[in-house]
């Protein structure tokens, strides 16, 4: 009796898994090339001028949005309205004077600033040089060495090796003081010096790329939050390249590559005090910007009060200033994830009204600001609609449209995808997404950027980071960079439709089985990714 009653149990649950795969397939549908192109050829048009964050093209992409959840029946989750507001300031540098040694340097075209200096004066007859700005056990730049109120410089790219093997780690591998882009000044800034130095030999070309930018009048973007009080504000970090450093060091008695060399082939710090005249004047101006994410929620059965995000950014970059087509449309980034979180959204709208709608909850959560550093999803995350507690799993989609330059002559190149993230924190999501793909879409999987060692850090450079900051599961689907990354050839016609459709199907599979499965996916493992960004 027994052994029956358990063979019935065991057939119905086959059964109800077996129904449950139908109906994926049969809303899967749903998510179509047609679909997908209609809705990516209007937000990447020209009309919505490249979707800049504050700008009147991002409104627009917001409202097509909203009235496209409106028109699936999701509902509008904050408080009756599709929009959640953005407390954004705009902050624009207001003097550009700086000379060293009497001698002018160009803003945007000798040097640029990270994030948004605070109102600064500079003249000093000396700099402080402090190598590598490293503090470890092997090897400490400022050890007994106060720096508060001093003018420093530091090399912002590496760390002391000799004959390959590293002076932090006294091995081949390298440490996070060389992999974390934001280690060296948090731990600098620490120290309270007057302003840093950071000379790195790749401001060369950000400056050549990027220099018009940086000298245009819309400034940079902050979450109000973070207008902090001089008091509290770090030290300003100005961004120069080795010949730039050269300048500085013009009366010392040193140069730049003779001060690097002697650390490399010591493996001792070169810490001291250089003679050179600085004079500069510089800060900013604040001013309120208007942004908002945009929700659709569509609300679940049994296990309503738990909550999935579907997430994708819908800013992109804007206009550009120079060449005959000044529109970064964005059709990839990320038009194309924005695209397909409207597509699963209707697919799962479609089962809702047939009755097979998810057990789980389901957000579909639009940021903003994720060009200006992953802003909106930072809001959300801070400000949250839904408790995070209920959150239990972000997927994220972030370019999902094109073949990345590494798989262009790939015999895969039509039919891969990059996850991350999906083994960072649970191991029920990592196996859940293996078995969605492995039942459905059969895309190969690849994981490199899944490494924590990777060089490109991808996984803190979008907006499901805010998420699993915050211990949330998370998936992070990305087809890599290509040419047109951030450039104005990222357009419609370039999109591979039927590989953003499977993309965007693999999301929506993941996610059925996460709504409708017994249990949410446990957290069970400690995340090796290096904690600084």
Known sequence: MKVS???????????????QNR?????????????????????????????????????????????????????????????????????????????????????????????????????????VFIGFGINSENYDDLKETDITGKLVMFINKG???????????????????????????QYIQSKKPLAILAVNPDVAGILEKNGAYFTSSSGRLTLKSDKNSSSNQNA?????APSIAEAFLKNSGQTYQSLKNAIDTESKPQTQSLKTVVNATFGQTHQDVKSVNVLGFLEGTDLKNEIIVISAHYDHIGLTASGNDKVNNGADDDG???????????????????????????????VSGEEKGLLGSEWYADHPVFP???????LNIDMIGRVGTEYKS??????????????????????????ANATYTKLKIDYKFNDPNDPERIYY????????????????????VHDDYHAPGDEVNKINFPLLVKRAQLVYYTSWELANREKRPLVDIKNDMPASR
């Not at 093997?165 to 996070?176: D, F, M, Y």
């Not at 047939?354 to 389901?362: E, Q, V």
């Not at 790939?410 to 078995?435: A, F, M, Q, V, W």
Request: glycine share 6%.
């Open 23 to 127: 109906f994926a397939q049969k809303f899967a549908k749903q998510i179509n090339p047609k679909y997908a192109k209609k809705h990516l050829s209007i937000l990447a048009s020209d009309k919505f001028e490249g979707r800049e964050t504050g700008k009147p093209g991002a409104e627009m992409a917001a409202n097509y949005i909203a009235a496209e959840f409106k028109k699936l029946g999701l509902t509008a989750p904050v408080n009756g309205s599709y929009f959640q507001n953005i407390d954004l300031v705009q902050s624009s540098l207001q003097a550009k004077t700086f000379s060293v040694n009497e001698v002018p340097l160009i803003y945007g075209k000798d040097f640029y600033f990270s994030g948004a200096p605070p109102a600064t004066s500079i003249n000093v007859s000396e700099i």
């Open 159 to 185: 760390e002391p090796v000799k004959n390959g093997i590293s002076a932090v780690t006294k091995t081949t591998q390298l440490s996070e003081w060389s992999t974390s882009r934001v280690k060296k000044i």
């Open 336 to 366: 194309s994830g924005t695209t397909g979180v409207l597509a699963i959204a209707r697919a799962y709208s479609k089962a809702k009204k047939a009755g097979k709608g998810p057990r789980r909850s389901i957000l579909f959560l639009t």
């Open 410 to 435: 790939n015999p895969d190149s039509l039919n891969y995808c990059y996850l991350i993230g999906s083994d960072k924190l649970s191991t029920d999501l990592h196996r859940i997404s293996e078995e």
């Open 461 to 480: 450079r979008s907006d499901h980071y805010n998420f699993a900051k915050n211990g949330i599961p998370i998936i992070f689907y990305f087809n890599g």
């Open 388 to 394: 995070l507690s209920n959150t239990i799993t972000d």
């Open 5 to 19: 009653l358990l063979w019935a149990l065991t057939l119905c649950l086959s059964f109800s898994a077996a129904a």
């Open 236 to 240: 300003p970090v100005i961004n120069i």
